[in-house]
């Protein structure tokens, strides 16, 4: 009897275990950064701006070489992240002016209706106070940010957005050109991120979704053109003795702020003991910038890649991801899964058990994160205007506007889209421009 009663104790044990594991949710945290190079990290290549937290990040989790942004530019790829579906089936097709209607269909709005806390910092760009397009309207419970995208520009504005209510940033004065400060006392990222810190803690014994998009290392466009030298923050740390322009070292010293703010929230997550149920992906919005008296070959933001932001060549939509999640991805794995933002909703859905929208054209990744097999794209599109990239495979097509014929590069062999093989493969070249006529409408 005692021997019946103790197997029956481990069959209960074993069951209960099951479901718990098959019921809880697991937090997500995407990070997103702005116009980071796919270069522009020490687990991609670079060899002068130091990174070792997000190198830890990748020695801890997984790296994808092939992850591809929604778009070349800002707003358009933050669209194709929350919808599921790429450039050519949105709205948009570049950085025009776009609120979300209401009862758009979103990750979020998916996320808090299956239980999830939900909350946003950063750089929102999809609605502003008043529209049926701020984050309170999307499925978020909390934001904190920039709402309008043309005001993100500035490192040191006046004010940010709490849900839509103004939050003063002390001591910042803007002055009568547009973007640019006159007293800079109250750097916006550091408050941002300390927001994003405190949605952790507070939320950390339920489950959450957190949006962190981050706006460094984009320039103050504005105040490149006012001053020379638009990539503002506090100080250049490591970098402040180095014989650099000084837009260099303030591009360098953004991206090892961030650095360690990521090394920061891992702490945390370790110190709540939620890490090992927090799915943390980090990834950049587009390609780097050439603006703001950054040059983007001064540290090879974009590797190997050609193109940067604004281009459909890779350089301008290949871009950095790193997803982690302790326990679950094997650690210092890489993955060249063909992959993309309208991926991230079906993935987010598998992850939270719920069923994804029909009409999206993602795929999730979560096979590829648990190291099963993988179902694959039969192919990847971006439209930017009359500009449109199509990836199927090792291949990859680019049409530079409506009259322009259709370029072919092998990404296997020719990784920076080099030597155009268009006259060589004229069948190719055909089922491509059938794909573009069939987004083009």
């Given at each position: 009897?005692?021997?019946?009663?103790?197997?029956?104790?481990?069959?209960?044990?074993?069951?209960?275990?099951?479901?718990?594991?098959?019921?809880?949710?697991?937090?997500?945290?995407?990070?997103?950064?702005?116009?980071?190079?796919?270069?522009?990290?020490?687990?991609?290549g670079q060899q002068t701006i130091t990174t070792p937290y997000i190198d830890k990040l990748a020695k801890e989790g997984m790296r994808?070489?092939?992850?591809?942004?929604?778009?070349?530019?800002?707003?358009?790829?933050?669209?194709?992240?929350?919808?599921?579906?790429?450039?050519?089936?949105?709205?948009?097709?570049?950085?025009?002016?776009?609120?979300?209607?209401?009862?758009?269909?979103?990750?979020?709005?998916?996320?808090?209706?299956?239980?999830?806390?939900?909350?946003?910092?950063?750089?929102?760009?999809?609605?502003?106070?008043?529209?049926?397009?701020?984050?309170?309207?999307?499925?978020?419970?909390?934001?904190?940010?920039?709402?309008?995208?043309?005001?993100?520009?500035?490192?040191?504005?006046?004010?940010?957005?709490?849900?839509?209510?103004?939050?003063?940033?002390?001591?910042?004065?803007?002055?009568?050109?547009?973007?640019?400060?006159?007293?800079?006392?109250?750097?916006?990222?550091?408050?941002?991120?300390?927001?994003?810190?405190?949605?952790?803690?507070?939320?950390?014994?339920?489950?959450?979704?957190?949006?962190?998009?981050?706006?460094?290392?984009?320039?103050?466009?504005?105040?490149?053109?006012?001053?020379?030298?638009?990539?503002?923050?506090?100080?250049?740390?490591?970098?402040?003795?180095?014989d650099w322009p000084a837009p260099e070292r303030g591009f360098a010293a953004m991206i090892s702020r961030l650095d360690s703010d990521?090394?920061?929230?891992?702490?945390?997550?370790?110190?709540?003991?939620?890490?090992?149920?927090?799915?943390?992906?980090?990834?950049?919005?587009?390609?780097?910038?050439?603006?703001?008296?950054?040059?983007?070959?001064?540290?090879?933001?974009?590797?190997?890649?050609?193109?940067?932001?604004?281009?459909?060549?890779?350089?301008?939509?290949?871009?950095?991801?790193?997803?982690?999640?302790?326990?679950?991805?094997?650690?210092?794995?890489?993955?060249?899964?063909?992959?993309?933002?309208?991926?991230?909703?079906?993935?987010?859905?598998?992850?939270?058990?719920?069923?994804?929208?029909?009409?999206?054209?993602?795929?999730?990744?979560?096979?590829?994160?648990?190291?099963?097999?993988?179902?694959?794209?039969?192919?990847?599109?971006?439209?930017?205007?009359?500009?449109?990239?199509?990836?199927?495979?090792?291949?990859?097509?680019?049409?530079?506007?409506?009259?322009?014929?259709?370029?072919?590069?092998?990404?296997?062999?020719?990784?920076?889209?080099?030597?155009?093989?268009?006259?060589?493969?004229?069948?190719?070249?055909?089922?491509?421009?059938?794909?573009?006529?069939?987004?083009?409408?």
């Amino acid at each position: 009897m005692p021997q019946r009663s103790s197997l029956l104790a481990i069959v209960i044990l074993a069951l209960s275990t099951t479901l718990a594991s098959a019921t809880e949710l697991t937090n997500i945290i995407y990070v997103m950064v702005d116009d980071l190079g796919y270069g522009d990290l020490g687990c991609y290549g670079q060899q002068t701006i130091t990174t070792p937290y997000i190198d830890k990040l990748a020695k801890e989790g997984m790296r994808f070489t092939d992850h591809y942004a929604g778009h070349t530019v800002c707003r358009p790829s933050r669209l194709v992240l929350l919808t599921g579906k790429h450039s050519g089936n949105t709205p948009i097709h570049g950085n025009t002016q776009y609120y979300f209607p209401a009862n758009t269909q979103t990750v979020t709005t998916l996320l808090k209706q299956k239980g999830y806390v939900t909350g946003g910092v950063g750089k929102w760009a999809l609605g502003t106070p008043q529209t049926t397009g701020v984050p309170s309207k999307q499925g978020f419970d909390y934001w904190f940010g920039y709402l309008d995208q043309s005001r993100a520009h500035n490192f040191y504005p006046e004010y940010l957005w709490e849900n839509e209510t103004k939050f003063p940033l002390t001591g910042n004065v803007e002055g009568p050109k547009k973007n640019v400060s006159t007293e800079r006392v109250t750097y916006s990222h550091d408050v941002m991120h300390e927001k994003a810190l405190s949605f952790i803690r507070e939320n950390a014994h339920e489950p959450f979704f957190l949006q962190a998009h981050y706006t460094i290392p984009h320039t103050n466009n504005e105040g490149g053109r006012a001053t020379g030298n638009g990539q503002e923050v506090p100080d250049y740390g490591a970098y402040a003795s180095k014989d650099w322009p000084a837009p260099e070292r303030g591009f360098a010293a953004m991206i090892s702020r961030l650095d360690s703010d990521i090394g920061e929230m891992m702490k945390l997550l370790q110190e709540l003991n939620i890490d090992r149920r927090t799915l943390v992906i980090f990834t950049s919005d587009n390609g780097p910038h050439q603006e703001g008296g950054h040059k983007m070959e001064f540290f090879n933001s974009n590797g190997n890649l050609r193109g940067f932001k604004r281009d459909l060549y890779d350089g301008g939509i290949r871009v950095p991801m790193i997803a982690r999640w302790p326990g679950v991805i094997q650690p210092g794995t890489t993955s060249n899964h063909p992959s993309a933002f309208w991926d991230f909703l079906p993935t987010a859905c598998e992850l939270a058990n719920i069923k994804p929208p029909t009409d999206t054209d993602g795929i999730s990744y979560l096979p590829t994160l648990l190291g099963k097999p993988q179902d694959q794209h039969e192919y990847l599109f971006w439209r930017a205007g009359q500009k449109f990239a199509v990836r199927r495979g090792e291949w990859k097509a680019v049409r530079l506007n409506d009259k322009a014929a259709v370029e072919l590069y092998n990404l296997k062999k020719d990784l920076g889209e080099q030597n155009n093989l268009a006259s060589k493969h004229p069948e190719l070249v055909g089922e491509f421009e059938a794909i573009i006529a069939k987004h083009q409408q």
